[in-house]
Nanobody, 128 residues
Framework: QVQVVESGGGLVQAGGSLRLPCAASGRTLGTYNNGWFRQAPGKEREVVGVVHWSGGIRYYTDSVKGRFTISRGNAKNTVYLQMKSLKPEDTAVYYC?????????????????????WGQGTQVTVSS
């Protein structure tokens, strides 16, 4: 069993930056494929980015490319979402997820059903 916990959310002005850590207990996150998702009020949860367990493959949704970066900590048990040049439309609850399912296509991990473990979410609010 893996417990996933995100943190680091808060209120930031447009153009600012935040880094969201995702930590796990039970097993190291480095053995899982990890995804970051977000859900704005009244909208469905959407993928922000995905990192393969090896760290060698990453995917970002178009709206965050060039602004957001997913990385792993040295201890391989923390995954970070670095967010820069934040916009008001980035306002949402951000979720970290871990997948023990191994699939050949990175596309598999763009969907909610690809994940086994979810954090409770952390609120990010970007003011204009």
């Amino acid at each position: 069993q893996v417990q996933v916990v995100e943190s680091g959310g808060g209120l930031v002005q447009a153009g600012g930056s935040l880094r969201l850590p995702c930590a796990a207990s039970g097993r190291t996150l480095g053995t899982y494929n990890n995804g970051w998702f977000r859900q704005a009020p009244g909208k469905e949860r959407e993928v922000v980015g995905v990192v393969h367990w090896s760290g060698g493959i990453r995917y970002y949704t178009d709206s965050v490319k060039g602004r957001f970066t997913i990385s792993r900590g040295n201890a391989k048990n923390t995954v970070y979402l670095q967010m820069k040049s934040l916009k008001p439309e980035d306002t949402a609850v951000y979720y970290c997820a871990a997948s023990g399912k191994f699939h050949s296509s990175i596309g598999f991990y763009k969907g909610i059903s690809g994940y086994d473990y979810w954090g409770q979410g952390t609120q990010v609010t970007v003011s204009s």
